[in-house]
């Protein structure tokens, strides 16, 4: 009993004579203490120590790039940014698309782009289309294009003017496929082409070549719905062109001096030339007349009486055609010629628009892709002289001046489609692996064999011509 007393006392004096509510000093760290929120609990991470931050941010090992250069219209404020606490914020709309925006999405018409005030993208289809490379003289056809695009109205005096987009297609458009109304139409263009034949008929040769020219350039913007007037614009091209270059011919012509044979002779080579230009009636009765007259005066009267029996073909007023009787007449006496002349009336040619001089079938030609004009080979990537805007011999794709001429729109695959199911019909109905032993059989595989060829020539053309 005594021992059992005496060893309490021993282990009472070694058990730590301390409070247990006192807290442990530095050297216990942070660990012997837990910490809890209001609930009761806290994150794992917190009170770990700096190990505890480990994977909280990227480090400087990962190649993030935190400045970007954002559009300013995408940044959204903050939640707590300039406002109480359970404030909403305002987010901004998207921006949209512009009504000539979608003019220039939906169409691969020049003048369509040039409404939109897209003149960049004007300019290249009018260069890939028909070639034109100088557009100095299409500036003022642009700025008045560009004027019709849109309407301006005053909604409040306040505020600026608002505009609006007129579309030619309102009715079916739809909310993206509308197209901008056009102002220029082909019976204006035919209208004025009147003026030109009064300028023609007036001898203001100068005037009516501008007039000609003018409506040569304002073909090719615009827009036609049907192949009718598809194949009028392109017709109104040959005619200005037709116009343009014997109406310059005649004017060189009169600048020319005729002091010597050689330049008499260049005079009636001249006259003769523009005699095979398409022009009107009462216009080509005054060229003939002309060139009559010169080719009498130089006595090469088989010639002039070629001329004499075209000019009483067209019936002129009855003074003309007594007098061009009486010159056919002294003709028919002694139809030769005192001169040779680089001249064959009964040989088609074109007239070299450049050089003024005939280019028979067979030589090798360069052509204006816009008016068709022709010329020399040596006058390849030069301006053409009757558009002044176009180059020479210049690979295009072709006018453009309708929908229709697009190979995606239905006329066009529904062309192709037909001409493809005729070629695989041909393909398929004759038996191509057989060898013709007779003549029986080698007329038929000859001829299956042609009528291949021109259909699969035929698809490629029109399929080349529309793309």
Known sequence: ????????????????????????????????????????????????GDEGAIGKEEGEGWDVEEDLDLPPELDVP?????????????????????????????????????????????????????????????????????????????????????HSYPLRNWKDSGAKGGLPAVGLRLSDLISRLQQGYQLTTAGRFEEAVDRFRAILLSVPLLVVDNKQEIAEAQQLITICKEYIIGLTMETERKKLPKDSLDQQKRLCEMAAYFTHCSLQPVHMVLVLRTALNLFFKLRNFKTAAGFA??????????EVAQQTRKILAACEKSLTDAHQL????????????????????????????LSGACYCPKYKGEVCRVTQVTEIGKDVIGLRVSPLQSLSHPCCLLKIIRLTSMLL????????SMVAAGRDRVRPRIQAKSTWNSLKTSVHEYASALT
């Open 1 to 48: 009993m005594p021992s059992s007393i005496a060893a309490k006392g021993r282990a009472g004096q070694m058990v730590a004579d301390l409070d247990m509510d006192a807290s442990g000093g530095e050297g216990w760290g942070e660990d012997a203490e837990l910490h809890l929120d209001e609930d009761g609990f806290m994150d794992a991470q917190e009170g770990l």
């Open 342 to 369: 680089n001249y064959d009336p009964h040989n088609p040619f074109d007239i070299c628009a450049a050089s003024f001089t005939p280019l028979y079938r067979g030589r090798p030609v360069e052509k204006c892709p």
């Open 78 to 162: 903050s939640v707590g940014g300039g406002g109480t606490e359970g404030e909403g914020f305002f987010v901004p709309p998207t921006k949209g698309t512009s009504p000539t925006q979608m003019w220039c999405n939906n169409s691969q018409l020049a003048v369509d782009h040039i409404l939109a005030g897209s003149f960049e993208t004007a300019m290249r289809l009018l260069h890939d289309q028909v070639g034109v490379v100088q557009f100095g003289p299409y500036k003022q056809l642009f700025m008045q294009n560009l004027s019709r695009g849109r309407t301006c109205y005053l909604g409040l005096p306040s505020l600026p003017y608002l």
């Open 309 to 318: 029996r075209r000019l009483l073909e067209l019936g002129p007023k009855p």
């Open 425 to 432: 019909l041909v393909k398929t109905s004759f038996p191509w």
